[in-house]
């Protein structure tokens, strides 16, 4: 048993830590928190003081008793976990529940895994620090107290399963409110003025009208005025510019760009910075800094000189816009600026590619331009036309990187052709084009993560689980919003002659931005309506800064709670007494034959059409499809839904019947459903469709192979390719030809996927000290302790449950030897 025992979070940082430390040192894991607020109650004490009722989870109690015994044994006990709030709070979890002495406790914790930084901890210990542990305190009870006492008001009051919480409520009022702007937006038409001229050269460029007409009037008035006319440069200016590089990473710029360029999910750019961080290739990336260390600044500087060469290094220091940031943390970076790239796995290489790319160019340079913008006359019209042009003259930390934009209508300045002042130009063709004013833009992740920020709602480490878990309560979805056809008018003078065309473009197609749902909408409404303070942005921000403040030990953190609960808790039980049912019920109109009402509304089911009071016991209803929702549905589309489900005939002596469900339109054939492709009116499908998807149905289901005497299917689902064995779904990704799969590839595919299962079901089970070893003759043995069990070839380790493994070695186990009691001897 080593002297030294040292407790992180995870496995991987485990591994990473013990290649720095001596045989004296043993790293051990807690998986994460050992204890928590209980499940299945409130645990706090409200008429109290607000004390926490900890406990440890089952499936951390073989965890916690490993970690008791290990640290029984040891001289030293070191708790290493992450230097975050988050992290502080898992050690004084640890310290509380192992039980131990203040003596031979000592934390440390470092921002990167490297040996110079854990040495450097080892050597630096200190106490937990209690403000720490009490500000992320302060936010479980709060959020706890939030969650649990909203969640039954809407269960009684909207639906029952709903559930709120202090920041994804506020998340999801931000989508609401942009979605309904976006509804409420009318577009305005104007007429944008383009024109293309070549110079004495005969080299092309554009120019433009900076500001558009009102109407098409002006516009044709103007392209008239303009025949004949001879254009000439009026003037012609040309200005130095900079260009300076953005501040490496925190938290929500990694979101924020990652999401940008590499089309990462918020969630999906955590758990790989995660594994960066685990295998100590990255610093902390749990950070809202852009402060660098004087180290990682010269090791940058000494990059840059090498492969770049003096000209293109400008150390630098930046400083944080975000509100409540906290500047003793680093930015994240490499840990070694030498390592460009690593072979990881594809997504990890990438992120971590972005990573080094930010870090260098934020001490590079500024790049150098030569800005030039030319005015452009003619001799029929005081209107004067605009050109812009940029060339880059140095380009400094461009060579490395530039940042993404959220702005995806950004106009990029091309080059000019040289020009002179007065010099006369040939017009090829100028054209005015109908342009409308556009919508406010749907949130992607990463603009709902800048917004956020910008508010001061939430903390870096908060915004991948808000955004994970609005979506997983069906409140907010990643739409794929078609769009519409909209005609515009285009006027052109070509040759010196007018003339006018009719056009068509699509406007308002969105896809993979967030978007409300149904029950998003009401849920949202009825918690602003009912909980303004906490659906407020303000008082969101303002809780924020009341969590800082604890952190700091300027603030007692049970105080804070006390305050906020005593209104809070009042408020709920008069709404929970008070308050009407809302349904997001919305009235249509009269049904054309019997004058019912017709009505949308959400039921027990989801959102549904209702023809009828409700009052009548004779109510008819349906379901909405899919694209439809309670605020935009209209009466035609709702009476649409009443006419479904239609017998379109036989086929192979079975109905053929077109429907609707909660997943949007179909074809029923017997015992088959085949979903009608994306916008198909199920009205307007008739017989001959229906066989047609049908017996495309059967070719996508039938075998494309056998393997291990079971056929092998592939189709194409919501997460793209895939091939179907043995009842398990193998996605298929890009490296292989899906329409052309070969034998091999579909052996790979099945073999690879058996492998991770394997290696999943392992890995939980050695979270409860159960091992796997490789036997003879493909078998695999069961240890525990010491128990062993060779278990028969035909047993797959992947489908065996933890249970099932438990009951295995609990049966096999030897039993222990009852001994009597010795009759007490007679006095």
């Known amino acids: 048993m080593a002297k030294n025992l040292v407790i992180v979070e995870s496995p991987a940082k485990a591994k990473t830590i013990e290649k720095f430390l001596g045989k004296g040192f043993q790293v051990e894991s807690s998986f994460g928190h050992i204890a ?26 073989a965890v916690v008793k490993k970690l008791k015994d290990l640290a029984k044994k040891a001289e030293t006990v070191w708790l290493a976990s992450d230097e975050d709030r988050e992290g502080e709070a898992i050690a004084w979890h640890l310290s509380e529940q192992l039980k131990l002495k203040e003596e031979n406790t000592k934390r440390i914790v470092f921002h990167e895994i490297t040996k110079k930084a854990i040495l450097k901890a080892v050597e630096n210990p200190r106490e937990i620090n209690y403000n720490l542990v009490n500000a992320q305190q302060a936010r479980r009870v709060l959020d706890r107290l939030v969650g649990y006492e909203l969640s039954p008001v809407l269960w009684r009051k909207v639906k029952g399963g709903l559930s709120a919480g202090r920041v994804q409520s506020v998340a999801v009022r931000l989508i609401v409110e942009r979605e309904r702007e976006i509804q409420e937006f009318e577009a305005k038409p104007s007429y944008r003025i383009d024109a293309e001229f070549v110079n004495h050269n005969n080299k092309k460029f ?20 303009c025949v004949n006319a001879e254009f000439k440069v009026a003037d012609l200016k040309k200005t130095p510019a900079k260009k300076s590089p953005a501040a490496p990473f925190t938290t929500s710029t990694l979101q924020q760009e990652a999401s940008r360029k590499l089309y990462f999910p918020v969630a999906k750019t955590m758990m790989m910075a995660q594994r960066l961080y ?15 260390s004087d180290d990682a600044k010269e090791a940058a500087q000494a990059e840059i000189i090498s492969s770049f060469g003096e000209q293109y290094s400008n150390p630098r220091n930046f400083k944080n816009k975000a509100k409540g940031a906290q500047e003793a943390h680093e930015a994240i970076r490499p840990t070694n600026m030498d390592r460009h790239t690593v072979s990881i796995d594809y997504d990890q290489d990438r992120l971590y590619s972005l990573i080094w790319k930010r ?36 380009d400094g930390f461009l060579k490395v990187y530039l940042e993404g934009t959220d702005n995806e209508d950004e106009e990029q300045e091309g080059m000019l052709p040289k020009l002179e002042v007065s010099e006369v130009l040939e017009n090829k063709l100028i054209t005015a084009t109908e342009r409308y004013t556009k919508a406010p833009y749907r949130y992607s992740e990463a603009s709902l993560v800048k917004r956020l920020e910008e508010l001061g709602i939430g903390r870096p480490s908060t915004y991948a689980p808000t955004i994970s878990t609005v979506q997983r309560r069906g409140y907010i979805e990643k739409g794929v919003i078609e769009g519409v056809e909209r005609n515009y008018t285009q006027i052109v003078l070509s040759n010196n ?53 604890i952190a700091e030990g300027k603030e007692d ?48 089911f989801g959102p549904m059409v209702q023809i009828g009071d409700r009052e009548d016991e004779d109510k008819q209803f349906a379901s909405l499809q899919g694209d439809q929702t309670l605020g935009t549905i209209t009466l035609e589309e709702a009476l649409d839904l009443f006419l479904l ?19 949007g339109p179909y074809v029923r054939f017997g015992s088959m459903f085949v979903s009608l492709p994306k916008g198909e009116n199920p009205l307007a499908v008739d017989f001959d469709q229906a066989v047609e998807l049908i017996e495309a149905k059967r070719k996508a289901d039938a075998p494309i192979a056998e393997y291990e005497n079971m056929p092998v299917q592939k189709g194409v689902g919501r997460f793209g390719p895939f091939i179907k064995w043995n009842g398990v779904f193998i996605n298929v990704n890009k490296k292989y030809d899906f329409d052309n799969l070969t034998y091999d590839n579909i052996v790979e595919l099945i073999e690879v996927k058996k492998q991770k299962d394997i290696e999943k079901v392992i890995h939980n089970w050695e979270e409860e000290g159960i091992r796997v070893e490789k036997a003879r003759w493909g ?49």
Request: aromatic content about 6%.
């Open 206 to 225: 554009k120019a433009k009208l900076p500001k558009n007409f009102d109407s098409k009037e002006e516009a044709e008035a103007f392209l008239n005025s």
């Open 557 to 604: 953190w049970t105080s804070m709670i006390k305050e906020f609960y005593t209104g809070f808790h009042d408020r709920v039980e008069d709404v929970a007494a008070n308050a009407e049912r809302e349904s997001g019920e919305r009235i249509l109109g009269k049904h054309p034959e019997s004058g019912r009402t017709i009505l949308v509304r959400l039921g027990r």
């Open 278 to 292: 685990e295998a100590g290739l990255i610093t902390y990336m749990r950070t809202d800094s852009v402060n660098l």
């Open 359 to 394: 870090t260098l160019a934020s001490q590079m340079s500024d790049a150098q331009l030569e800005r030039t913008n030319v005015k452009i006359e003619n001799s029929n019209n005081d209107k004067i036309l605009t050109a812009k042009g940029e060339v880059i003259t140095f």
């Open 645 to 663: 489900p239609k017998n379109v005939g036989q086929y192979e002596n079975e109905d053929v019947v077109i429907s609707n469900g909660r997943f």
């Open 497 to 549: 002659e007018v003339s006018a065309k009719m056009l068509t473009e699509k406007v308002g197609a969105d896809k993979g931005k967030m978007v409300p749902t149904d029950i998003g909408n009401i849920v949202s409404d009825f918690l602003v309506a009912h909980f303004a303070t906490i659906m407020d942005y303000g008082f969101t921000a303002k809780v924020e800064n009341e969590f800082d403040e």
């Open 36 to 61: 928590d607020l209980p499940s299945k109650e409130l645990g706090i004490n409200v008429e109290g003081d607000f004390k926490p009722k900890y406990a440890v989870s089952t499936d951390k109690k």
């Open 779 to 827: 078998r695999f043995n069961i240890i525990k302790g010491k128990v062993k069990i060779e278990m028969p070839k035909t047993t797959k380790a992947e489908k065996l449950t933890l249970e099932e493994v438990q009951a295995i070695i609990e049966k096999k186990a030897p039993k222990k030897k009852a001994t009597r009691k010795k009759p007490a001897k007679k006095k």
